[in-house]
């Protein structure tokens, strides 16, 4: 499908757990971002669309979330 990495996101391990991806699924839509997200409980990823305001991975992350308030890991 074809993407753009805008911004990746590292955990302390050093392990990539979010990216930032500016995508154009065809249509009238045009490009969107999407963030990449590493579920480490299930070791899968998921993408869900953002708003077309997110820049980076923060701003998608608290965007989702609806909160300024950075997630904590709870696993």
């Known amino acids: 499908m074809g993407s753009i990495v805008l911004d990746k996101q590292e ?3 050093g ?3 979010y990216e930032l991806h500016e995508m154009d699924l ?5 490009k969107w971002p999407y963030l990449k997200m590493l579920n480490p409980s299930i070791g899968v990823w998921h993408m869900e669309c953002v708003d077309k305001t997110c ?3 923060k701003d998608a992350i608290r965007w989702r979330n609806q909160s300024e308030l950075d ?3 709870i696993t």
Do not use: S
């Open 15 to 17: 392990v990539c757990t």
């Open 26 to 30: 065809g249509g009238t839509t045009g």
């Open 11 to 13: 955990n302390i391990e």
């Open 71 to 73: 997630p904590e890991i």
């Open 55 to 57: 820049k980076t991975v």
